[in-house]
């Protein structure tokens, strides 16, 4: 079975530009969750997708956001970057559904690592 | 508020000692899950154990052992004869309620295990 699948896996932008990061969650799994990971503030979890919608939603601005398409893949988005945006994006996979499935066993790819100049 | 401490920063041993990482939670919900994971260089974290907080028993997995005490909040992690392939950071996390994907974790304890 494929793992999570994340792209770009380094990208470098300029403040005020937008990014786009993509994800590949295994297969069969529905929950698609986004965390940002940074020297300064550590792990923060970023939003969770299930069945195309947002589901929970981290303390982050509303420069930060997401979507979910039909097949499951999701895609984060990061407008008006600046540069404390830098930092290694995880994209996390789950099967999402009702008990016993798995309950929030989270499935983490190897990161986007954005760096803001 | 959920809130997840790991002490320790940093920890370096030699290889075959036997090391425990710390982990202390605050949550003031019933239901929770504890987890470790692992981050190795290449960035992936790595899923290592869950544990809910209706099962105390302590778990044992190869040189890999949790010791979890509800009464001092806390879920350790101790590598038992270490190796260097063990060098990595480590991170607990707490998931409040059954389908809450906002996992709070630790600040992590960078391992290095010394040949």
């Known amino acids: 079975k494929a793992g999570v699948t994340q792209t770009p896996r380094y990208l470098i932008k300029t403040r005020g530009q937008q990014v786009t990061l993509s994800c590949s969650p295994i297969?069969?799994?529905?929950?698609v969750s986004w965390y940002q990971q940074t020297p300064g503030q550590g792990l923060q979890f970023l939003f969770e997708y299930f069945s195309e919608t947002q589901r929970n939603k981290g303390n982050f601005p509303g420069r930060f956001s997401g979507r979910q398409f039909s097949n499951s893949r999701s895609e984060m988005n990061v407008s008006t970057l600046e540069l404390g945006d830098s930092a290694l994006y995880l994209c996390?996979?789950?099967?999402?559904?009702?008990?016993?499935?798995?309950?929030?066993?989270?499935?983490f790819g190897a990161g986007s690592r954005l760096t803001v100049l | 508020a959920q809130k997840v401490t790991q002490a320790q920063t940093e920890i370096s041993v030699v290889e075959k000692e036997d090391v425990t990482l710390d982990c202390v939670y605050e949550?003031?919900?019933?239901?929770?899950?504890l987890f470790w994971y692992k981050q190795p260089p290449s960035g992936e974290l790595v899923f290592l154990i869950r544990?809910?907080?209706?099962?105390?028993q302590n778990e044992i997995s190869g040189r890999y052992s949790w010791n979890f005490q509800k009464s001092t909040s806390s879920f350790n992690f101790t590598i038992t004869a270490s190796q260097v392939v063990d060098s990595a950071v480590y991170f607990c996390a707490l998931s409040e309620g059954y389908n809450n994907n906002d996992m709070r974790f630790g600040a992590g304890t960078r391992l290095t295990v010394k040949p």
């Open positions: 544990r809910n907080s209706f099962d105390e």
């Open positions: 996390a996979s789950r099967d999402g559904g009702l008990p016993p499935s798995g309950a929030n066993v989270l499935t």
């Open positions: 297969s069969g799994h529905r929950s």
């Open positions: 949550t003031r919900d019933t239901t929770y899950y």
